[in-house]
């Protein structure tokens, strides 16, 4: 991820701030679209970085001069949509600088700051494929376990002939 330290007349934005903030291994969450779309876990603290060049247009008003923190993105199968679950997600919105507003609609805004209780919540909405993302178990790792697992309890089920297991 990579942000300007300042708005463009040169003031601070809490938003830019939050670069300087995480810490490895905090997490993420990627909205695109009226959906997160993926969970990414935080592998640097912010540190201070030139403009990316492959920003473009959409960066070109922002100052060259900006922060850094690296991220390892994890794309949903199945992304969240917060609308959907407004009922219980929206008691637990930050009352100000907030990613999501009151009626589900995402704010425009860069990087913010999640109660914990928010944070734990789209994880289990968002179920298995997110809970592994955060433990850092791949997801191919997963199937692979319970392709093993499947395939002891063939081997040790009594019940079955040998062809059967086979």
Known sequence: MWSPKTRKDG???EYYENMTKVNDGDIVFSYRKG???SVGIIQSRGYSSPKPINLGLAGEAWSEDGWRVDVEYHELA??????DHLESIGPLLPEKYSP?????NGNQVYLCSLPKAM?????ELMGD???AIVRGIDQAQ?????ADQAQQNIEQDDRLQKTEKS
């Open 11 to 13: 003031g601070r934005l």
């Open 35 to 37: 959906q997160l779309v």
């Open 78 to 83: 199945s992304p969240l949509r917060p609308k």
């Open 100 to 104: 999501i507003q009151a009626d589900g």
């Open 119 to 123: 944070g734990e919540l789209l994880i």
């Open 129 to 131: 494929e997110a809970y």
């Open 142 to 146: 997963i199937e692979v376990q319970i």
